[in-house]
């Protein structure tokens, strides 16, 4: 029985990164490269046929753009198409952004709508029991983006995290974009005369805003234990980085590297748990202020990742 449930399961993915070409102020440099590595990873490692991976990216020809809209309705797209025992995994470089007056977390898409920790939530709500939904979110202010999800690694001041917050290298580059610039951009295209970012969202993406601006009989409950794993670039007050890796080779996100690296050390399975402390420490030795963070039900939390063989 159980061999015959292996053999029906689908593992699928989405994989986005933005490097945000078209606007010199929000650029990055690693992010393509980071889902490029990991889909490498995914069909060499844990089996997933490379028709069962979507990739987007905002590089120039891109079929499909990684914009909010383009995100979501692809994400909810696989979950509607999984079953009890599938796999399903999120892979997300890019720019996040905290939205304090809502206390949300939120990762931007190329058009620089917001997908907050709501909408994860939402998303994560139809994933059938039994499937397993993985999100590994290296951007800033990541922890959390699964509204409500039980958190299992976070505080820095873990054993394996140590007290100190060492400046980081000055080659690296933030993934954040500070929300005062972004209420700022908004407003010099909505024309709109107020600081709360909701009208902004609703004026400019309609329909395709985030449910945090919505109304809130139109908010998702928050959950009991459900099948959402969230593995985070850094706690929800702190920031991700994009750092060159070694010489001659394309810089990447840390926090992919970092995982990236732990998986080519052990090839045998690792749970969740380990995955995110072994990348901490590789992100220590990096002297980065930032510390991955993990998020699930207590279940998933010792479950290995992806459900590698």
């Not at 490029?36 to 991976?53: N, Q, T, W, Y």
């Not at 939120?106 to 939530?121: E, M, W």
């Not at 400019?204 to 919505?214: E, I, R, T, V, Y």
């Amino acid at each position: 029985m159980e061999t015959e449930q292996k053999k029906s399961m689908k593992r699928m993915a989405v994989l986005v990164g933005c490097n945000y070409e078209n606007n010199s102020v929000f650029k990055l440099n690693g992010c393509r490269n980071d889902v490029l590595a990991m889909k490498e990873v995914l069909i060499s490692r844990f089996g997933f046929k490379p028709d069962c991976i979507e990739v987007l990216t905002d590089e120039e020809g891109s079929p499909v753009l990684p914009t909010a809209a383009n995100i979501k309705s692809t994400l909810l797209r696989m979950v509607a198409r999984s079953e009890p025992g599938d796999v399903l995994f999120f892979h997300f470089s890019g720019h996040g952004i905290l939205i304090e007056s809502l206390n949300e977390e939120a990762i931007l898409g190329h058009d620089l709508n917001v997908i907050t920790s709501v909408d994860f939530r939402h998303i994560v709500k139809g994933v059938p029991r039994g499937a397993t939904f993985t999100i590994l979110s290296d951007s800033c202010h990541s922890g959390g983006l699964i509204d409500k999800e039980k958190e299992q690694i976070g505080p820095c001041d873990h054993p394996t995290c140590g007290n100190e917050t060492p400046e980081p290298p000055p080659n690296t580059q933030v993934k954040s974009v500070p929300f005062e610039f972004l209420l700022r951009h908004l407003s010099s295209i909505t024309k709109l005369a107020t600081r709360d970012i909701a009208p902004h969202h609703l004026e400019l993406f309609g329909d395709h805003a985030s449910l945090s601006f919505k109304q809130a009989d139109k908010r998702p409950e928050p959950l009991d234990a459900d099948e959402g794993i969230l593995l985070s670039g850094c706690q929800a007050n702190e920031v991700s980085r994009d750092v060159p890796t070694k010489e001659g080779q394309p810089p990447r996100g840390a926090f992919s590297y970092a995982v990236e690296t732990v998986l080519k050390e052990h090839p045998g399975p690792l749970s969740n748990r380990e995955l995110v402390l072994l990348a901490r420490k590789v992100i220590k030795k990096y002297q980065l202020p930032q510390h991955p963070c993990l998020y699930c039900c207590d279940g998933n939390a010792d479950a290995v990742f992806l459900r590698q063989s």
